[in-house]
């Protein structure tokens, strides 16, 4: 190939060498962020759970709890409400009860008698059943024999309480022992003011 040292520089290149050519020079690279959409997304659905268990926990969970406590508070209340109910006629109750232990039974109130049986009656016999009325005590004992059975009326008799004893209904087991009812009049205080 000859070079032809004639020909003007910068003339065009022959048709048949065609060569890619850059007129312009590109020093600035431009990076793209192809990842940056799901990152996004991402971060805002962990923000959502953030913010659900916030509500969950924080909010709801506590009203739940509240309204545990609201209804247990209206059984509770309920309960009370039925004792009131039920203890509102309590004071008439009891001084209805103070009435009846303090009466005077001829001169004996229902504790003094009551007294006078533990004291002198149940050290010696199993009373089963004790009834006051009328000035009269009607005690049913068991458990004794017939000679302790005249011991006890004697000690009846020999209280400041009792005018007079007697004994009804005595019978005996196989094993000799007693089941009978005493029976003692109350002393009346008029008879005691007189003497």
């Known amino acids: 190939m000859a070079i032809d040292l004639h020909k003007p520089i910068g003339a ?16 600035l690279v431009r990076e793209r962020k192809s990842s940056g959409a799901w990152k996004y997304a ?13 509500v969950k926990f ?54 003094e008698v009551t007294d006078m049986v533990a004291r002198v009656v149940q050290p010696k016999a199993t009373v089963t059943a ?6 009269m005590i009607s005690v049913n004992v068991k458990d004794l024999t017939l000679d302790e059975l005249g011991k006890l009326a004697d000690d009846l008799r020999a209280e400041e309480l009792v005018q007079s ?6 019978n005996d087991d196989e094993s ?9 009049t109350l002393a009346d205080d008029s008879n005691e003011g007189g003497e």
């Open 12 to 27: 065009a290149p022959a048709a048949s060498a065609a060569l890619p050519t850059k007129r312009t020079m590109n020093l």
């Open 42 to 54: 991402l971060a805002a659905l962990a923000l959502a759970l953030l913010v659900a268990a916030f």
């Open 58 to 111: 924080a909010i709801i969970d506590v009203f739940g709890q509240v309204d545990v406590k609201k209804s247990e508070l209206v059984g509770v209340q309920a309960e009370r409400d039925a004792l009131d109910k039920r203890l509102a006629d309590y004071e008439a109750l009891q001084d209805e009860y103070l009435s009846y232990t303090g009466v005077s039974i001829t001169g004996a109130s229902a504790p």
């Open 130 to 135: 004790i009834n006051v009325s009328d000035g």
């Open 165 to 170: 004893v007697t004994v009804t209904n005595a």
């Open 176 to 184: 000799g022992h007693v089941f009978a009812t005493l029976v003692a």
